[in-house]
């Protein structure tokens, strides 16, 4: 059995797994902010915290871009069987890449009308992310994508591989009790098996042997393409039909090659027509 691609740890993951997630996007952010006040007094500049913290959302975009664009890549069907192999991690990384620049520079110019007294553009905030984060975009989409989507195979990679379903195997031979002795008859000889309670009556060329098993049991036991049941007391060897001819009420009239004639009723006729094109063969 081919078992099921394991999902992404971002895309459902247990409540702790995601907890951590969001701890280390905070971290992340809060060692950003550190940074920018290490650099600030170094450089003699002056720190803001409120900008520098509008700033590093960039970091709290990981979160829900990565997942958003995680599921798009593992379960929406033409995205992953378009884009096999490499081409997937690329694409997953490129087009996260420009929704997380599109998402911050809408986000930070949003919180700068709020909370601000002067305005981040949009096409500043653009610009500014592209030159300052785009190392971060690249290493941290690109270990997203070669983690995430390294579990999750190509759509066609994912589909199970097709076995041919395994044919039965059908006896040659038949054991018949005749008397005190079971008898191996071959299926081949069989020409017809009737009921004939107690017993069923199976008929070779040039012998009949009474058997205590019944129409059923013994039908499945016989290859459904050679042995077709035509009555409800009757099953006959298609190898040995030489034709048949209609009542014109539905039921027909089958000459076997010993020539004897037996009944088909209209209830087997369609499963009889449909084996006469296998059958024969078989």
Known sequence: MVQAPQIPAFIGTPARQRTAFT????????????????????????FYLSES????????????VAYGQL?????????????????RIIAFVASSLALHLVA?????????????????TVVGNFTYS??????????????????????HPTGSARQPTPFAPRQPIY??????????????????DIILIRSDAPYLRIETADKTYLHTQTLRAIGQQLNPHQFVRVHKSTIVN?????????????????????????????HYVANFRQQMEVGTSV
């Open 104 to 120: 911050f520079s809408v986000l930070v110019w949003g919180l700068s009308v709020v909370f601000f007294d002067h305005t981040y």
């Open 238 to 266: 298609l190898k040995h039909v030489t034709s048949y001819r209609s009542r014109l009420n539905g039921d027909y009239d089958l000459l076997l090659d010993n020539q004897v004639e037996v009944r088909l009723s209209r």
């Open 53 to 64: 913290m509008l700033f590093n959302t960039v970091w709290l975009l990981f979160g829900p």
């Open 23 to 46: 701890v280390l996007l905070v971290v992340a952010l809060v060692l950003a902010s550190l940074q920018d006040l290490l650099q600030a007094l170094r450089n003699s500049h002056s």
């Open 171 to 188: 006896p040659d031979r038949i054991a018949v009790l005749s008397g005190r002795i079971t008898v191996l008859v071959s299926t081949r």
């Open 71 to 87: 599921r798009l890549f593992t379960r929406a069907k033409v995205v992953s069987e378009k884009l096999p192999g490499y081409y």
């Open 130 to 151: 592209l030159s300052e984060d785009l190392d971060k975009y690249l290493f941290g989409y690109g270990a997203i994508a070669l983690v995430g989507l390294a579990s």
